[in-house]
């Protein structure tokens, strides 16, 4: 099994500031990664994936993510953080068929 | 675009009971998925399906069954509720593709046993 860490459960950001979510994965093959998004009430949407060729992946809303095998890193980021952005976001490995570990987390509150 | 329905937002339900929770998929994936989803420990696999009658254990199994008689619907079923499975429930799919290993989730079914 591989495990998934991401840092800070709670993460809060102001308005207009850059927004950094940190995940660290453990796989002894090259990943698939993913990020998927939590509105409250809501079930799980994808918001970017890693798979193979350019390390620097966008996604929708203006989020990106950078896959950096020596660091073993996918962070999330997004230059200037919205009001609607505020959610809780997981962070994901593809390590086997179909076998997908899920980060436990972390929660973005946006403050006006 | 790809729909994952549930039966249920919201289910209350008593210790002992059996419940069942329904999920529907329209695209026609091959593999489905039942998750928990409880704060701080994300989420958990309970069961996947790769095809109609196949299943396979997830991490946390016990206490659970499922049941997967045509391609588009999954069930989750608990055998005898207790209220350490009071949680928020998560349906998935995918379909087969290595390149399409993205999972579609469902809205979501909070279930409370009391």
């Known amino acids: 099994a591989q495990s998934v860490t991401q840092l800070g459960s709670h993460v809060s950001v102001s308005e207009g500031a850059l927004v950094l979510l940190r995940c660290n994965y453990s796989?002894?093959?090259?990943?698939?990664l993913f990020w998927y998004v939590q509105y409250p009430n809501q079930g799980l949407q994808l918001l970017l994936k890693?798979?193979?060729?350019?390390?620097l992946v966008k996604g929708i809303n203006g989020f990106e993510a950078e896959f950096k095998k020596s660091e073993t890193s996918f962070h999330l980021t997004k230059p200037s953080a919205h009001m609607s952005d505020a959610a809780e976001y997981f962070c994901?490995?593809?390590?086997?068929?179909?076998?997908?570990?899920f980060g436990t987390g972390t929660k973005l509150q946006v403050i006006p | 675009d790809v729909k994952v329905t549930q039966s249920s937002r919201y289910l209350v339900k008593r210790t002992g009971e059996k419940v069942f929770l329904e999920c529907v998929q329209d695209?026609?994936?091959?593999?489905m998925f039942w998750y928990r989803q409880d704060p701080g420990l994300g989420l958990r696999l309970i069961y996947f399906?790769?095809?109609?009658?196949?299943?396979e254990k997830g991490d946390i199994p016990e206490g659970y069954s499922v049941s997967r008689e045509k391609k588009e619907r999954f069930s989750l079923i608990l055998e005898s509720a207790s209220t350490n499975q009071t949680s928020m429930y998560l349906c998935?799919?995918?379909?087969?593709?290595?390149?399409?290993?993205?999972?579609?989730f469902g809205p979501g079914t909070r279930l409370t046993v009391t």
């Open positions: 399906s790769y095809d109609v009658k196949m299943k």
């Open positions: 994901a490995v593809l390590w086997g068929y179909q076998k997908v570990t």
């Open positions: 796989s002894s093959v090259p990943p698939y």
């Open positions: 890693y798979t193979t060729g350019a390390t």
């Open positions: 695209m026609d994936h091959e593999n």
């Open positions: 998935a799919s995918t379909p087969g593709l290595a390149e399409s290993y993205e999972q579609y």
